[in-house]
Each structure stands twice: as C-alpha cells, then as structure tokens.
C-alpha cells in the first residue's frame, strides 16, 4: 500500500473486488495519486485485457496448427487404404509391388513437393504479385529460412506438411487407377 493513501486503497480494493494481491500491485505500480483510483484500475484492467488477449493469440494459433496437423494426418493415413484397396484389386502375385509402389509414391511426392511443388503452388517474390496461375520463386524452399532480408520469412511447418499430404494422396490415387493395366 505505499503508493496509496488508505482512501485511495479502501476504493481501489472495492473497485477490484477485494483482492489485495491486486490492490497492491495497483498502488505500487501506477500514481494513484495523480490518476485516481478509478482511472488506475482502469489502466490496470486494459493492461490485463492486452496480456490476456496476447496469451490467447498464442492458444489460438495453438489450437489451429493442431486442427491443421490432424487433418494433414488423416489425410496421410489415407495412404494405407489407398494401398489396401490397390492390393485388393490386384492377382495376390502383385500386392508386394502395389505396397511398395505406394510408399515410393509417398517418398517421391515429399521430395518433389519440397523441390518444385511449393514453389509452383505458393511461390512468388513478396511484392511482386506473381502471375496468378503458377508460382516461380523458392524452389528447394531457398528462400524460406527466414534469415533477415529474406522476402518471405520463415516457412509455416504445418501448413506444408498439409499440402504435402494432399499431394502425396493424389500421386497414390493416379498411381493405384493404373494398377495392373
């Protein structure tokens, strides 16, 4: 209460409901003299109100890369039952070979993906614009690290490894039509 007179105290204590933990921190770190003690726990409360609102930024960003990774999974998963129903269609002669296709299927896309398949779908100079039909810059994601001077910063993890799944899906469905044909 150092900072307070005992009136300024008795009504910023009122004002936060009772809670001399706040209180306390009112007085010893805003001029209640000066400001009086309802526009001090006001800025005290904005305070509050701009911390909380930054922690739930961060919960909501959280919260949306968990969304995103968890379909990019079940899409992946996705892989197993295009494989089952490839080597279900196929002569039992066959089935390692479907299996083996799919997961090289998989391991290709990532690295094509990862090579031109980001740069195609996302990639132009910041700036610029692009061309609004094929992207044509950050191949092999060169310009991705997010190194100071770096047109487009640091690379969103999940959302590539959520194109990347689709992509992956797709190369195993065209890949799985032509089985034994």
């Given amino acids: 209460m150092s ?21 306390s921190s009112i007085c010893n770190g805003l001029a209640v003299a000066s400001l009086g003690p309802d526009a001090a726990v006001t800025q005290w409360m904005v305070g509050q109100l701009r911390q909380t609102q930054d922690e739930l930024k961060q919960v909501e960003h959280g919260l949306d890369v968990s969304f995103v990774l968890t379909s990019a999974y079940q899409v992946f998963v996705m892989q197993l039952g295009f494989a089952l129903f490839a080597a279900g269609v196929v002569r039992p002669k066959n089935i390692v070979s479907i299996f083996l296709k799919n997961f090289f299927d998989t391991c290709i896309a990532g690295i094509a993906f990862y090579l031109i398949g980001y740069a195609f779908a996302f990639g132009t100079r910041s700036g610029t614009g692009g061309n609004g039909f094929i992207g044509y810059w950050d191949f092999a994601l060169s310009a991705t690290d997010g190194r100071p001077g770096q047109p487009s910063g640091p690379l969103p993890w999940h ?23």
Wanted: charged residues 10%.
């Fill in 159 to 181: 959302l590539f490894v959520w194109n990347w799944s689709f992509c992956s899906a797709a190369t195993t469905i065209l890949s799985g039509s032509i089985a034994e044909r």
């Fill in 3 to 23: 900072g307070c007179s005992n009136s300024d105290y008795s009504r910023v204590l009122q004002l936060v409901g009772n809670s001399a933990v706040d209180a």
